[in-house]
T-cell receptor, first 115, second 108 residues
Framework: DAGVIQSPRHEVTEMGQEVTLRCKPI?????LFWYRQTMMRGLELLIY????????DSGMPEDRFSAKMPNASFSTLKIQPSEPRDSAVYFC?????????????FGPGTRLTVL | SQQGEEDPQALSIQEGENATMNCSYK?????LQWYRQNSGRGLVHLIL?????REKHSGRLRVTLDTSKKSSSLLITASRAADTASYFC????????FGAGTTVTVRA
């Protein structure tokens, strides 16, 4: 298995532009998580899905952020309009609870820079 | 809000030495997990300890859990340069809450 796949790996954009981050979870995993990591705030859970349905989006910072999971193999995190304070590394993770260690498998992350 | 809080924030040791880091949390848990993050990479799961367990081993890793003190420790024995990374504890089952991490540097 290729693991969790994220694209792009790096994104540089200008303030006000729309940014779309993409994630392909591990096949068969029914939970998908979006995290944001910064030096100041550490690793924050933004939203997670179960069977393509958003379960908890309380970590989404504001209405500029939205996430979708149209099918079991694809999810997007969109920021519109983007702001410099959105600069961070965004991670996607997936899991299959009920397995021995209930671990989350993380993608390599997307490093977003908003100028 | 972050559930797990690691201590110390940073640790520098010589290759071959042991590294110990601690995690404290606030509320009751079902299990606690430890993850490692190498620079520029995603997190990798290391080990999970359940609330009814007190100690668990995996290779050079030893994890303890004291639910009365709401704390856990991760010990890495005979450290190697490849152990240089940040280590995070996380609590709960589905919605993991991560601490700020302990950055470990292993000097050759």
């Amino acid at each position: 298995d290729a693991g969790v796949i994220q694209s792009p790996r790096h994104e540089v954009t200008e303030m006000g532009q729309e940014v779309t981050l993409r994630c392909k979870p591990i096949s068969g995993h029914d939970y998908l998580f979006w995290y944001r990591q910064t030096m100041m705030r550490g690793l924050e859970l933004l939203i997670y899905f179960n069977n393509n349905v958003p379960i908890d989006d309380s970590g989404m910072p504001e209405d500029r952020f939205s996430a979708k999971m149209p099918n079991a193999s694809f999810s997007t995190l969109k920021i519109q309009p983007s702001e410099p304070r959105d600069s961070a590394v965004y991670f996607c993770a997936s899991s299959l609870p009920g397995t021995s260690d209930n671990e989350q498998f993380f993608g390599p992350g997307t490093r977003l820079t908003v100028l | 809000s972050q559930q797990g809080e690691e201590d110390p924030q940073a640790l520098s040791i010589q290759e071959g030495e042991n590294a110990t880091m601690n995690c404290s949390y606030k509320t009751s848990i079902n299990n606690l997990q430890w993850y490692r993050q190498n620079s520029g990479r995603g997190l990798v799961h290391l080990i999970l300890i359940r609330s009814n367990e007190r100690e668990k081993h995996s290779g050079r890793l030893r994890v303890t859990l004291d639910t009365s003190k709401k704390s856990s420790s991760l010990l890495i024995t005979a450290s190697r340069a490849a152990d240089t990374a940040s280590y995070f504890c996380a609590t709960d089952d589905y919605k993991l809450s991560f601490g700020a991490g302990t950055t470990v540097t292993v000097r050759a």
